[in-house]
């Protein structure tokens, strides 16, 4: 195909500063979390930033999961591919986030709230796995008028794929349901991850209404049970080949020129993958990473993202998206944070069979988690 020029991707979420450290069952208990979960903070877990600061040694990172798939994305693309969309405060952790987005070459259009401070997610790492809490602050402030300013909708028409995370369906369904209006009016490619449990649970109905417009749903196997129970759908089967199959033939889809494709990922356990109209999934083992060489798993999902909506922005066919999604998604679980190191850029897309895309930054460490909300 043809080699990619200008914005070819953009991505609306919630940008966060993570807080990650070590933690234990103790901690786990005192703030009432989950060893591998994703929750919006209550004032009873306001205290767990500075816990993790002050006793558990926790790294600063630039996060929001979308926003981490965001420079995952542009770490595999060519440069000024990627635009990233959200709310920050007016405050020295947004110019972290921007300086993080920078170095990975991303381009960002944050809007700027000046009552809020920039929203923080803690997260927990108990042996391989993570809890995260996340107080939004002033991700939780996005509004409609800035996506549709001049400059930023002008922006919008130029992309060619759609990528929100679902968090974002606690903030700004209007922004959603624009991005949603206009992939369809331009048949432009419209995506979606689930993000978390609570979202099937909690957000039903704009989950079911942006449903209606998207032609590629990403999702892992606890969200995907998640839908399936609040809805009491597929008679109870917890299986996901079937509840793949549910998701994607959901009646309504706007689009009628693309099938719906749902994929969904299994920690160790393969990839499923659903075409709307077809007969069965297709399922894809994933690479395996020694049990030594695991650091944590907090990146997995949005690594997993990052290199499947590369794969799409680059034409590339169904079964290679996922691979190149399971790449960075194996590569990130080595790192603390996680982050992809230098040299791991040409490993990739040698190991891929992908040409080296021209781009004008260095390979640069890029962190990604997998619910930054």
Partial sequence: MPSLSGLQLLCLENPLLDISGQGDEAMLEKYGLKPNDAILAEEKHMGIYEDLLNNRDAKLLAGGAAQNTARGAQYMLPA???LYIGCVGNDDTATTLRDACAKAGLRVEYRVDETQPTGRCGVV????????????????EYKLEHLKQPSIWKQVEEAKVYYVGGFHLTVCVPAVMALAEEAVKENKVMMLNISAPFIAEFFIDPLEKTMEYVDYLIGNETEARAWAKTKKAVGGSEKIADIALWLANLPGKKNEKRERVVVITQGVDPTVVAVQGEKG??????????????CDTTGAGDAFAAGFVSGIVEGKTLEQCVDMGQWLASLSIMELGPQLRNGYKTRILMDLQIPVPKANVSPVSVGISILGL
């Fill in 281 to 294: 999934v297709k399922e894809f083992p994933v690479r395996k990473v020694e049990e030594k060489e695991i």
């Fill in 80 to 82: 000024d591919s990627v």
């Fill in 125 to 140: 790492i108990t042996g391989h796995n993570r809890s995260l809490c996340t107080h939004l602050a002033a991700a939780n």
